[in-house]
C-alpha cells in the first residue's frame, strides 16, 4: 500500500481557509510529510470464536496500539483497544489518520491510554482524520480522553463515520480548556472538530462542528457558544433497536441526578439515535457525566455497564 | 429592483403566515432558567442575538438559502439535487428535534404561502418534492427558492432572513419579559453589523459548509423539548 506514504493519504481534504492562514513552513522541527509526522494507524477488527480479534493492522510513528485487551466481565468478547501517541502529544505538522473497521458482529472499544496533549503551534497547524466503519450487528464504543489543547495550538480533526443501521455505535469527545494548573484556559489558536455520520450507502445522517477560535468570531467564552462554562463534550448514541424517543428518555433520566454540569438530550436526525451535549466547569464533573451516560447507554444497548478501563 | 426590495419586506415581515412568531430558539429556556434577568443585561442580548446569527443561523440556515437560492437560477427552473443536498445537510446539522420540526413546519407553511400566491413553476416543483417526501423542506431552502423565483439577489434574500429571524428574537424576548420593546429595537439596531457582515461571509459558501456551532444554544434548545410550561414551540 504505497497510498499511505502519501501526504495526501493523512491529509483531510477541503481544509477551512481559517486554517490553512497558519500553514507556514515549520522553521524549528521537522517539516509537513516528514517521518514520524504522518502517523497512520489502520484496523480491521471481526469476530473470531467468539471474541473480537484484530484481523488487519498497519501502523507507522507516530500512531501505535498494543494488541487488545478483554476487561469487561459483562461482554468477554468486547476487544478494548488503546490508541498510543508517541512523543506525548499532537505538534504542529502533524497530519495523522486512523482507520477503523468493525466487521459485521464485532464489538470494538476505543479509547486513548490517557488525554492528548495538544501542543503549541508557531509556524503550522496540525490534523487527524479519524475514519470508523461499523458493520451489521456489530458495537464500537469510541470514548476517546478529553484533548488538552495548549496555548498557541491549532488542531483540526475529521471524523468519519459509517454505520450499518442495525449497528450500536456510542461516539464521544471531551474538550478541556488547557493546562488548568498553568490557568491555561483557551488560549489556543484554533481548535476544530467536525463529525459526520453516514449510513453504508452514504447518506449523510448528521454533522456536527466544534468550531473554536479565542478572540475571534466563535470566541468560547462568548455566552452562545460555552456560555461561561469551560469544558464543552457531545455524546452520540445510535442504535436501531430502541426508539429514539425511549433511548433520549434513557439518557435524560441517567444524567438528571448529576451534579455540576449543564447537560442537553435529543434526537438525533434520521431517527438514528440521540445526541447529549454538556458543558461544565470542571473536568472531573463533565467526565463522571459522560461516564453516567455512557454507561446508562450501555447497559441497555450492549447489555452490561460501563467497566473499569484501568487506566489508574 | 424595487420589486425585488419589496419582496424581502413581505417575506421578512412578522405578519407573513409562516408561524415563525412561535419560535424563540432556546430564548425561552434562557428565561426559565435564570440565564437572563428581567430585563436581561442589553449587552448579554445583543451578544446571544449576535452568537446566534453569526454561529448558527449565517452558517446553517444562511448557506441552505442561499444554495437554494444559487439552485434556482429562474422562476421556471430548479436544480432539485442541488436543492435537496442543501435541505439534507441542513437538517443533518441541527441536532435538537425541536430545531428540525420547527424548522420544516415553517418551511411548508411558507410553500404553502408561496404556492398559492406567487405563482412561479420553481416553486410549485419543489413543492410537490417536499410533499412527497423527497426533501425535508426546511424554512431556509423554501425561502432560498421563493426568493430567487421573486428577483431577491442572494445578499439581499440571506440579510433578509437574518433580520426576520433577529426581529423575532427581540419580540419574542419582550414577550418573555426579558427586555422591553425599546431596548428591543435597540438591540435590533446594534446588531445591524453583525447581520451584514454574517450575510456578505455566507452568501458565496456551498453545501459542505453548512454547520452551526454555538454549544450553549444547542443545550438550551435540548433542554426547551423537556420544558412543561411553555410559551413557544422551541
Known sequence: MTRRDDLAWCTPTE?????????GTVRDGLAVGAP????????????????????????????HIYRPIYLDPGRPDMAFVFLQQQGDGIVQG?????DIDCEPGSAVHVTTQASTKVFAARDNFATQLINLRVGAGAVLEYLPDPVVPFRGSRLFQRTSLSA???????????????????????????YWTETEAYDLDGKLLFADTLRLRPGQVGDPRSPGVLGGYDIVATLFVMCSRMSPPDLVALLR?????VPD?????????????????????????VQAAMRTAWSGARTSLVGAPAPDLRKG | MLTGFLSVLQLSDSAFPSGRYTLSSGLETLAQTGRLATPGDPALLSALLGDHLRLAVAPSDGIGLVCAHRATATP????????????????????????????????????RVATSTFGARAVSHYARHVQSGRSPGNHAVVLGVVSACLGVPRPESVAGELFAFSANWVAAAVRLAVTD?????????EVRPVMAEAALHVVDKDVPDIASCTPLLDVMAMLHEESELRLFAS
Open chain 1, 253 to 257: 433520566d441517567a444524567l438528571a441526578e
Open chain 2, 181 to 189: 420593546h425599546s431596548t428591543a429595537q435597540a438591540v435590533l439596531h
Open chain 1, 164 to 190: 450499518a443501521e442495525d449497528a450500536t455505535v456510542i461516539l464521544g469527545e471531551i474538550l478541556l480548556p488547557g493546562r488548568v494548573a498553568h490557568d491555561e484556559a483557551h488560549a489556543y489558536d484554533l
Open chain 1, 261 to 285: 454540569v449543564l447537560a442537553g438530550v435529543s434526537e438525533l436526525p434520521a431517527g438514528c439515535g440521540a445526541a447529549v451535549r454538556m458543558l461544565g466547569h470542571t473536568s472531573t464533573a
Open chain 1, 15 to 23: 481544509l477551512p481557509e481559517e486554517l490553512l492562514t497558519f500553514g
Open chain 1, 94 to 98: 502533524d497530519r495523522c489518520r486512523v
Open chain 1, 36 to 63: 514520524g509526522k504522518t502517523g497512520v494507524l489502520d484496523l480491521a477488527l471481526a469476530q473470531r470464536a467468539g471474541r473480537t480479534k484484530v484481523i488487519r493492522q498497519y501502523q507507522r510513528a507516530p500512531l
Open chain 2, 76 to 111: 421556471d427552473s430548479l436544480d432539485l439535487e442541488l436543492v435537496t443536498s442543501a435541505d439534507e445537510r441542513l437538517t443533518a446539522v441541527k441536532l435538537s428535534r425541536e430545531a428540525r420540526e420547527t424548522s420544516t413546519r415553517t418551511g411548508r407553511a411558507l410553500l
